[in-house]
């Protein structure tokens, strides 16, 4: 059976989690609990746990401090949080998963699940993580799940996404493409900012790497790499728009 800590500065707080966690997800053992960055820290030395349960903000320092203390990661993490928009971006963009304070029992098992079934090391998408942390601007890279590992790419390299069923394909102008476990849709709201533009149900691309816009046969974009890219009835007027202002 996988086993987990709980650390939380907050007593109630790590009593109801182990409460629900007994509820709701049997499949997982409580083996520890501490109460701080310091505590936690001794208390990972001392036991291997399976996955931890992390709070962000504790009285003696944040869970990010506590994992930069740590000499390596070989646990799953997932952070628990009352509000912290900035962690928040950061944990999608590295793939960490967290939960939002009160938990909601549905998610909480549905972390848990995905934790026991992965059971790997986190350290890449930590280091990941807390790079975008302290540069305090928008990530550069983000973590990108296939099914065989987490591959970190450079969001600039990324030329266009492509839908495939409850998957994503990636294609970049430095490596082979890559198929990820996530949904188009995910990564529409993550890369929006990025110029990324969703021009078809089934396409987002870097508006970056555009070369032209072909109006006859229903539109369609012609990509720098020369692929052709289908553009939806109802994205053709802002995609001509959005070309006129360049």
């Known amino acids: 059976m996988p086993t987990a800590i709980i650390i939380d500065d907050v007593a109630q707080a790590r009593q109801t989690l182990k409460e629900?966690?007994?509820?709701?997800?049997?499949?997982?053992?409580?083996?520890?609990?501490?109460?701080?960055?310091?505590?936690?820290a001794k208390l990972l030395r001392k036991i291997n746990a399976d996955v931890v349960f992390l709070d962000i903000q504790m009285n003696d320092g944040s869970g990010?401090?506590?994992?930069?203390?740590?000499?390596?990661?070989?646990?799953?993490i997932i952070f628990t949080t009352a509000s912290d928009a900035h962690a928040i971006r950061a944990f999608r963009f590295s793939a960490i998963d967290y939960l939002m304070k009160p938990i909601d029992p549905d998610e909480l098992v549905e972390a848990v699940n995905k934790a026991a079934n992965q059971l790997s090391k986190d350290s890449e998408k930590v280091d990941l993580l807390l790079q975008n942390l302290r540069n305090g601007k928008p990530p550069s890279k983000l973590a990108l799940h296939t099914l065989e590992k987490i591959?970190?790419?450079e969001i600039n390299n990324i030329l266009r996404c492509e839908s495939s069923g409850n998957y994503t394909i990636f294609y970049f102008s430095d490596r082979p493409k890559l198929l990820v476990t996530k949904?188009?849709?995910e990564y529409d709201k993550l890369l929006g900012?990025?110029?990324?533009?969703?021009?078809?149900?089934?396409h987002l691309i870097n508006s970056?790497?555009?070369?032209?816009?072909?109006?006859i046969d229903g539109g369609y974009i012609v990509m720098h790499d020369g692929i052709k890219i289908p553009v939806s009835v109802r994205k053709r007027a802002s995609i001509v728009k959005m070309l006129d202002e360049l």
Not at 31 to 38: L, P, S
Request: include cysteine; charged fraction near 25%; charge should be negative.
């Open 20 to 40: 629900d966690i007994e509820i709701y997800c049997p499949n997982i053992e409580i083996v520890g609990e501490a109460e701080g960055v310091v505590s936690g």
């Open 64 to 76: 990010f401090d506590l994992l930069e203390i740590l000499p390596e990661i070989n646990f799953k």
């Open 151 to 153: 591959h970190v790419v």
């Open 183 to 185: 949904t188009l849709k």
């Open 193 to 202: 900012e990025y110029s990324f533009l969703r021009v078809h149900q089934s």
């Open 208 to 215: 970056n790497q555009i070369k032209e816009f072909v109006k």
